[in-house]
């Protein structure tokens, strides 16, 4: 099980760390990443650490701004977004075996519940 947390209100330009807490299992064994969905977009990819070779993927989009990172004692992933924009504002999910894209994810892998981030002045 995967448990979101750290969402919130922001303003424009400000910083979150966004949590995921494993349970049952050792996360750092796992790839891990983040997806996130706005009202009325599809769920889209932010990044996805690979614990093989310790490797992260971000889409160019994501580039900059938002950083994967893992506290293995913790049993934890970290999402650090920052310079946030109002169109970060979307529900921020979790997941395992993210390295082959939503889809493979989502039919696959373990989500968090997700969390809500908001970016408004």
């Known amino acids: 099980q995967l448990v979101d947390s750290g969402g919130g209100l922001v303003q424009p330009g400000g910083s979150l760390r966004l949590s995921c807490t494993a349970s049952?299992?050792?996360?750092?064994?796992?790839?891990v990443g983040w997806f996130r969905q706005a009202p009325g977009k599809e769920r889209e990819a932010v990044g996805c650490?690979?614990?093989?070779?310790?490797?992260?993927y971000y889409p160019v989009s994501m580039e900059g701004r938002f950083t994967i990172s893992r506290d293995n004692g913790q049993n934890t992933a970290y999402l650090q977004a920052t310079h946030l924009k109002t169109e970060d504002t979307a529900i921020y999910y979790c997941?395992?075996?993210?390295?082959?894209?939503?889809?493979?994810?989502?039919?696959?892998?373990?989500w968090g519940q997700g969390t809500q981030v908001t970016v408004s002045s």
């Open positions: 997941a395992t075996d993210c390295a082959y894209g939503l889809d493979y994810s989502l039919k696959f892998g373990s």
């Open positions: 650490h690979r614990a093989s070779d310790n490797h992260t």
């Open positions: 049952g299992f050792t996360l750092e064994h796992w790839t």
